[in-house]
């Protein structure tokens, strides 16, 4: 190997040396966080905020949480109606029907809790706030929900009995829950969350659908019986 080979091999083991510490240097320099970054004024540059920077929710519309608290309440009794068809019917298609219900509404509880949670409120009302308290019987009868005779009615009923009931109650159930959607968003300022107005016009769309359905399974046990 001559001088200038050598040389060469040299020089060209420094550059790849630092060129590689030039690569170590950058990875150490780059932040270990996330880049939070805060959008300036019109006119005015971006800030670097530090990575531990949280965003707040912006409070929520009283009409927005009440709203949340009693439709965990409103799911909570269609849950306790579907509880009962395992054991007092055996349509399939009501017992289909019922397991949609029940997963959906469960599912929606957990985010109605979790939504309400995240902004510091509480997860139901007292029970002196609740519309349509009746303090004498403890009665609660908000938007369609069922009395506590119409409950007592469907525990007691069997086979067909129970499924008329049971799909004449919970359409009575599904149209209190629209109810409740719509005197929300006639709510002054209410309804702008966008979690929520997703959520609210999911139910609205998903009970309508449900009510369809079982308008239909009603009119073909009427066809049944005659």
């Not at 019922?98 to 902004?119: C, V």
């Not at 009923?157 to 829950?177: E, R, T, V």
């Not at 309508?208 to 399974?217: D, G, L, N, T, Y």
Request: hydrophobic letters at 40%; glycine letters at 6%; proline letters at 6%.
């Amino acid at each position: 190997m001559n001088r200038l080979q050598l040389s060469a091999r040299v020089l060209f083991a420094g550059a790849f040396v630092f060129l590689l510490s030039l690569s170590v240097f950058a990875q150490k320099a780059e932040p270990r966080g996330p880049v939070v970054v805060q959008p300036g004024a019109p006119g005015q540059p971006t800030k670097r905020l530090p990575s531990s920077t949280t965003g707040n929710l912006p409070p929520p519309s009283p009409a927005d949480v009440q709203f949340m608290q009693d439709m965990i309440m409103h799911h909570a009794q269609a849950v306790e109606m579907t509880a009962l068809i395992e054991s007092h019917t055996q349509n399939k298609a009501l017992r289909s029907l019922g397991a949609r219900i029940s997963r959906s509404q469960s599912d929606e509880m957990k985010f109605m809790k979790q939504w309400l949670t995240a902004r510091g409120a509480a997860t139901s009302r007292p029970m002196s706030h609740m519309p349509g308290m009746d303090m004498s019987n403890h009665e609660m009868l908000m938007p369609g929900m069922l009395t506590a005779k119409q409950m007592d009615a469907l525990r007691k009923a069997k086979d067909d009995d129970f499924d008329h009931l049971f799909l004449s109650g919970m359409i009575q159930h599904h149209n209190g829950a629209l109810v409740m959607v719509k005197d929300l968003f006639d709510s002054a300022g209410a309804g702008q969350d966008a979690e929520l107005f997703n959520f609210a016009t999911d139910v609205d769309s998903g009970q309508r659908a449900e009510i369809k359905i079982m308008q239909s399974m009603l009119a073909e046990k009427s066809k049944e019986e005659k």
